[in-house]
């Protein structure tokens, strides 16, 4: 079945450093794929998304492609903040078109940046 | 606007009680909805998802059980809670319409301590 592979956190960075959290996927067919971002005692909130190949999402300064190829979605961001402490849950989801209403979330990675 | 709510906000219940959480979604019809769980420090697991009035997908064998009586209300219960339920529950729907590609709308969720 789909699934998603995320590396393991805690990845802990300094102000103003370079992010990438890596993310690798498994499906039968042309998955949708997003990044959301849990804030400590909330729910998650999408951060970005794409929805076929080559396609890159953006948002708030991070940014990810969707890269068939190699299976992959990694998370990037130029220059982090403290206000960037969170964890990051990289899915995927089937398209609605062949009867997909499920996504699957990768394990999170948490991310603490210091001042 | 679509909006989502989750109550309580917190709970802390013994073990062998009763347990009912509540999910609405204002602003939408016939979504998709879901209830997930996160362990402390874990990732999401699926619990259960509803495409309709009545009709309730379970993913995991075990003590709780979901109903959704209207159209934009989602119930999680238990008749006799265990430790091990304790957790972060949290809501989430989608969009039916294939051009929402599944992105997934999350409650504030529900902090549960069974003691």
């Known amino acids: 079945g789909d699934s998603v592979t995320q590396m393991e956190g805690p990845v802990t960075l300094s102000e103003e450093a370079f992010l990438t959290i890596n993310c690798t996927y498994t499906a039968t067919g042309y998955p949708s794929l997003f990044w959301y971002v849990q804030y400590p005692g909330e729910g998650l909130q999408l951060l970005l998304k794409a929805t076929k190949a080559d396609d890159k999402g953006s948002n708030k300064g991070f940014e990810a492609t969707y890269r068939k190829e190699t299976t992959s979605f990694h998370l990037e961001k130029g220059s982090v903040q403290v206000s960037d402490s969170a964890v990051y849950f990289c899915?995927?989801?089937?398209?609605?078109?062949?009867?997909?209403?499920?996504?699957?979330f990768g394990a999170g990675t948490r991310l603490f940046v210091k001042a | 606007s679509q909006t989502i709510h989750q109550w309580p906000a917190t709970l802390v219940q013994p073990v062998g009680s009763p347990l009912s959480l509540e999910c609405t979604v204002e602003g939408t019809s016939n979504p998709n909805l879901y209830w997930y769980r996160q362990a402390a420090g874990r990732g999401l697991q699926l619990l259960f998802y509803?495409?309709?009035?009545?009709?309730i997908s379970s993913e995991v064998p075990q003590n709780l059980s979901a109903s959704r009586p209207q159209d934009r209300q989602f119930i999680l219960s238990s008749k006799k809670l265990l430790l091990s339920d304790s957790g972060f529950y949290l809501c989430?729907?989608?969009?039916?319409?294939?051009?929402?590609?599944?992105?997934?709308?999350f409650g504030p969720g529900t902090r549960l301590t069974v003691l």
């Open positions: 989430a729907w989608s969009e039916t319409s294939i051009a929402y590609y599944n992105e997934q709308f």
């Open positions: 509803s495409v309709g009035i009545g009709q």
């Open positions: 899915a995927l989801s089937d398209p609605p078109q062949t009867g997909g209403f499920k996504t699957i």
